[in-house]
C-alpha cells in the first residue's frame, strides 16, 4: 500500500511523524501484519461531519416526553422535548465515555457488533429456506410457515451494510426471528 509508513521508522522519528499527522495529514502505519491509522482530533471531526444522530419522541399519556437516540439503546423521559434533548446528549456523553473506558467489552460484545450487510441477509434466506419469487432492483423473498402465516422481505442488491434502525424493522417485522437465530444461517 502506498504511503504506508513502517513502524520502527515512526519510532525513529517520532517528533517529525506527530507534526505530520497534526499539520499536514493522517498517515497509516505498519508494524508486522498490523496496521492503524493516525489522525488529528481536527482531522477526525471532519471526517465525521456527516454524521448525524436523530432524536425519535413519544408524548406519553402523563405529558411527558420520551426520547430515544436512533441506532442507540439510549432512552429518557423528561417535561419537554428540550428537556429530553439536554438529557439525552448528557446520556450520549456518558455512553461515549464509558464505551471508551471499557471498550474491549463494548466492542467484542455480541450486541454491539455491526449490522449486517444486504448479502448477508439474502444468504440468510438462501439458508432459511425463503423463496425468491421477484427480482428488480431488489431481491423479494418469502417463506411460508407451517401454521400458514406468509413472512416477505426484500433485500437491496446495494452491498453496503443495512442501516440499524432499518435492520431493527426487519428483523422483527418482516424475518421475525432471534438476532442468534439470524447469525447461525448467515
Not at 498517515?27 to 436523530?54: G, P, T, W, Y
Request: hydrophobic share 35%; proline share 2%; with cysteine.
Amino acid at each position: 500500500m502506498k504511503g504506508v509508513l513502517n513502524a520502527t521508522d515512526v519510532r525513529k522519528n517520532w517528533g517529525r511523524f506527530i507534526d505530520t499527522v497534526i499539520y499536514e495529514k493522517p498517515k497509516i502505519v505498519k508494524r508486522n501484519r498490523d496496521f492503524l491509522i493516525s489522525l488529528s482530533i481536527k482531522q477526525a471531526k471532519v471526517l465525521l461531519n456527516s454524521f448525524h444522530f436523530k432524536i425519535i419522541y413519544s408524548k406519553e399519556d402523563d405529558g411527558t416526553v420520551t426520547a430515544t437516540l436512533d441506532d442507540f439503546d439510549l432512552v429518557v423521559n423528561e417535561v419537554d422535548e428540550l428537556s429530553a434533548r439536554k438529557a439525552l446528549a448528557q446520556e450520549l456523553i456518558e455512553y461515549a465515555q464509558e464505551y471508551f473506558c471499557e471498550f474491549q467489552l463494548y466492542f467484542n460484545s455480541p450486541n454491539r457488533q455491526s449490522v449486517p450487510s444486504w448479502k448477508e441477509l439474502k444468504r440468510f434466506c438462501e439458508n432459511d429456506d425463503w423463496v425468491l419469487y421477484k427480482k428488480t432492483d431488489h431481491d423479494y423473498y418469502r417463506k411460508l410457515m407451517p401454521d400458514g402465516t406468509l413472512k416477505r422481505t426484500k433485500v437491496s442488491r446495494d452491498s453496503g451494510q443495512i442501516k440499524a434502525h432499518l435492520w431493527e424493522n426487519i428483523l422483527r417485522k418482516q424475518l421475525k426471528v432471534t438476532k442468534e437465530y439470524f447469525n447461525s444461517k448467515i
